[in-house]
């Protein structure tokens, strides 16, 4: 294993490195302080070729300017809130309405954490590399309330996993839902979209959402949908099924423990590369996106490449959408004296 450092650029006036970290197997990832962003996972094919497999630029300035999430932090609530709105002890807190189209409050509103500096350590393993994000998110920021102590930590080891951990107190009743938003491509950023890639989802039922994605509280099962993913399907063969092929829904795990601490939730394979990734978590959702609207905007990665809708699927572990809203959905509500901790595993692997 080994890690480097380097400077890549700077925000406000403050410094931003670029963490590198590699394994023994040609597997790397890299990482930067702004926003906790993965900007980059290599890994060999099954004839030995390496390719970036994630969804991203190679400069700080395009991801300042803007972009759709590609490997950033989502929080302090990743996914929407209905409004903006939501009470804790009878009190109503207004977050800022940052989703222009339809008004809703979106992965922690205009500045959410994947637009801030981190302070960041590195611990050094024989066998795994952690880098540890850290920052204190202020009483009221974007709305929210308490003062959030968070760590984000993300890591490689030897064998190919690749390490999404959270942790976080409060000082104040608060509600917190992180995730890490990378788009994934199996076959490579630059080669062909994912709907050829195959797709396994530990999940029995979604929580179906209204025009403005926000859920309406029911519980359905994906039987019959283009969500059943409950045996391995070919993405493109259910996107079909549907009249937009759109997928952007909260699907919720059934609890099959992978081992004692975590339990599936997604497999996805690329029969053109070989590769697969396991994703493991602690969390009790995931959110699949498979990137239709990146079509909506230019967004132009990588060596000019232009990523075209459909480019990149997400795993986003994490609580259910509105959450806060819905007394019969797994709560989020963090108090003081209480510790926030999810934990996510995304495996690589060749077949």
Request: charged share 20%.
């Amino acid at each position: 294993m080994q890690v480097n450092v380097d400077i890549f650029g700077q925000v406000n006036n403050q410094q931003v490195d670029l963490i590198t970290i590699q394994n023994s197997r040609q597997t790397s990832i890299q990482i930067t302080n702004y926003g906790c962003i993965v900007t980059s996972i290599k890994t060999e094919d099954r004839n030995h070729h390496i390719d970036d497999i994630v969804l991203g630029y190679e400069s700080l300035d395009k991801y300042v300017q803007g972009h759709p999430f590609f490997g950033a932090i989502a929080g302090r609530f990743a996914n929407r809130i209905n409004n903006g709105r939501f009470s804790i002890d009878g009190k109503l807190y207004q977050l800022e309405c940052n989703e222009v189209t339809t008004n809703q409050h979106l992965h922690g509103g205009n500045k959410g954490f994947d637009k801030y500096v981190w302070a960041y350590d590195i611990e050094e393993n024989t066998d795994k590399i952690m880098v540890h994000f850290h920052r204190v998110s202020v009483d009221n920021e974007s709305g929210y309330p308490g003062n959030l102590f968070v760590t984000h930590s993300i890591g490689l080891d030897e064998n190919n996993q690749i390490y999404y951990d959270f942790r976080a107190i409060t000082d104040k009743p608060t509600i917190v839902n992180l995730a890490n938003h990378s788009y994934y491509n199996l076959s490579g950023y630059n080669h062909s979209s994912i709907v050829d890639h195959e797709l396994k989802v530990f999940s029995d039922f979604y929580t179906p959402v209204n025009g403005k994605l926000i859920p309406t509280g029911e519980i359905l099962s994906v039987s019959g949908t283009h969500l059943d993913f409950r045996e391995f399907a070919k993405i493109g063969d259910n996107m079909r099924k549907h009249p937009t092929g759109e997928i952007d829904h909260n699907f919720i795990l059934k609890g099959e423990m992978f081992n004692k601490d975590y339990k599936f939730a997604a497999e996805l394979y690329d029969p053109n590369s070989g590769r697969c990734m396991t994703v493991i978590t602690t969390q009790p959702a995931l959110q699949i996106y498979n990137g239709s609207k990146l079509s909506n905007k230019c967004w132009i990665g990588r060596n000019g490449f232009r990523y075209e809708s459909f480019q990149g699927i997400c795993f986003e572990t994490q609580h259910y959408p509105d959450s806060p809203n819905f007394v019969h959905f797994p709560s989020c509500l963090l108090k003081p004296n209480h510790v926030y901790e999810q934990k996510t595993i995304h495996k690589l692997a060749v077949r």
